[in-house]
């Protein structure tokens, strides 16, 4: 019997395979998709995130970021990341990284899904296998969360986000924030010659309409497309719970509220190494308390952002207010504006 069963082979669920085998475990993940996996992400690692995925021996190339830029017309709030750089990666690159850790630790990688999960007092059996505990990291829209009944309903006018990129030179070492009144376009420069720019917006068309919201920055765009666009939503997750017996729920899996901040892949890793700690000192329920503790800031500042982006007058007063804010409220580091 393996120790840790993981469904979900995205950066959450090998987050925790890693961790797992650093902590003594043996771990093995299911994951139906081929390496490398590419989905809809606005590729922004916070410095938070950069540190995790070092301390986890994970080696990934992409381009430094020096802070997050809100932009609004003329107006703009600036707040460089105090202390350390973030980084802009492909999402491409970060997986393979990822990926090639954990099977250079010996984790064991098997095709499929997990579907229906059966427990008992002392193990979790789902795809054929037997272990003491179940990792649910797979996805947004989580089937495990889903059939554990652990999902809160959804509530109206989810948003939604698309990507692409872009064959232009970085204007920036910052992620862009571009506001108008139907949603935000993200910009992160992920290599040279190539920039990523995601939109979400609760109005649901065509990438090319919301890049139209956004006058100036289109023109920036001025090279070919040098991918597809890819999507994803309803952002918005509301979970009852993240512990189920002996399943634990960790990163998107875990509950959502939105890209706005950027803090995705950061909260994803940090969730995936609290659930194992938990694990390996032999307290399972501490995971929901320390679920709540970790990730307090990040839905309290998104909560409240996207309450004012969802009244006009209140969302032109979104960039402006940034400057009141104290250090370390935005990117976590001092903020200018002009």
Do not use: N
């Not at 990129?165 to 108008?180: I, L, N």
């Not at 666009?229 to 719970?241: E, N, T």
């Amino acid at each position: 019997m393996i120790d840790v069963l993981v469904a979900g082979g995205g950066p959450a669920g090998l987050a925790a395979a890693i961790h797992a085998t650093l902590a003594g475990l043996e771990a093995v993940v299911i994951e139906p998709r081929t390496t490398p996996v590419d989905k809809a992400c606005g590729e922004g690692v916070m410095p938070s995130g950069v540190a995790a995925l070092r301390a986890l021996g994970v080696e990934v190339t992409g381009r430094e970021l020096r802070g997050i830029r809100y932009v609004d017309g003329a107006a703009r709030a600036e707040a460089p990341f105090r202390d350390h750089s973030g980084l802009g990666v492909r999402r491409t690159a970060l997986h393979s990284a990822l990926h090639q850790r954990a099977i250079g630790l010996g984790v064991r990688m098997l095709p499929g899904k997990v579907g229906e999960v059966h427990q008992s007092a002392d193990t979790v059996t789902a795809a054929g296998i037997t272990a003491r505990w179940l990792i649910a990291a797979d996805g947004l829209h989580s089937p495990l969360r889903r059939s554990l009944g652990l999902e809160l309903p959804g509530r109206p006018h989810g948003r939604y986000g698309l990507r692409r990129h872009y064959r232009v030179e970085p204007w920036t070492d910052f992620v862009e924030v571009h506001w108008s009144a139907h949603g935000e376009a993200y910009v992160t420069p992920v290599g040279d010659g190539l920039v990523g720019v995601a939109v979400l917006s609760r109005i649901r068309r065509g990438y090319d309409e919301h890049l139209a919201d956004f006058p100036t920055l289109a023109a920036s765009l001025r090279g070919p497309a040098a991918t597809d666009v890819r999507g994803a939503g309803p952002l918005r997750q509301r979970v009852r719970r993240r512990v189920a017996g002996r399943v634990l729920l960790v990163g998107d899996a875990a509950g959502y509220v939105d890209a706005l901040t950027g803090e995705g892949i950061a909260l994803a890793l940090a969730t995936a190494g609290t659930a194992i700690r938990c694990l390996a000192a032999g307290r399972p329920d501490d995971y929901e308390r320390a679920w709540a503790r970790l990730t307090r800031r990040h839905r309290l500042l998104t909560g409240a952002l996207l309450a004012a982006s969802r009244r006009p007058r209140t969302a032109r007063l979104i960039v402006p207010a940034a400057s009141s804010m104290p250090p370390g409220v935005l990117g976590r580091g001092p903020v200018d504006v002009w």
